[in-house]
């Protein structure tokens, strides 16, 4: 299921407002949470935003990628806030800076 959020131009990122989207992101980290540190939420932000990662990262730390871009994880409504935020750069800046808390 796929869902799509609006994010308009002078809306500001709020936990509150997106469950969902939190609910995934404690599903990852609680799967990750005995995995290396090192970039670990660059690596989830990095995937989940432009389905990409850094070479030096999957060296680093090779088992968060391999589960991150596993097609066992479900990231749709985070992949799904990041599509509609990108026009937004306040917005993206807080929903990035909430995955990395979640992440620490």
């Not at 005995?34 to 088992?63: A, T």
């Not at 799904?80 to 979640?102: H, V, Y």
């Amino acid at each position: 299921m796929h869902h799509k959020y609006e994010v308009k131009e002078q809306d500001m990122f709020d936990q509150v407002s997106y469950p969902e989207v939190i609910k995934e992101l404690e599903t990852i980290n609680e799967n990750t949470r005995r995995m290396s540190g090192n970039n670990k939420s660059d690596i989830v932000i990095s995937f989940l935003k432009d389905h990409c990662i850094n070479m030096d990262w999957v060296e680093r730390n090779p088992k968060l990628v391999k589960y991150i871009t596993s097609r066992s994880l479900v990231t749709a409504h985070i992949e799904s806030l990041f599509e509609s935020c990108r026009g937004n750069r306040p917005f993206l800046s807080g929903f990035e800076a909430c995955i990395r808390k979640q992440l620490e």
